[in-house]
């Protein structure tokens, strides 16, 4: 079982470079039992996503205008 640091590094090196089958159970396993990993996690993925949205200002939904009185 991995600790919560071990599990919050993992979670980055998934997001940099990706983890083997063994890294990415333990990871897994984990983020089943622990909702702070859980929460961790998504917080990780939104900011990246955001990140990304930020660095193609194009593609964002909300960069058109609804009502265009
Ligand atoms: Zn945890």
Known sequence: MLTCKETTELLSKEADEGLNLRESLDMRLHILMCSACRNYRSNV?????????????????????????
């Not at 939104?46 to 593609?59: E, N, V």
Request: with cysteine; proline share 12%.
């Open 45 to 69: 993925q939104f900011l990246r996503r955001a990140c990304r949205s930020a660095a193609t200002p194009d593609q964002s939904p909300d960069a058109a205008p609804k009502d265009a009185r």
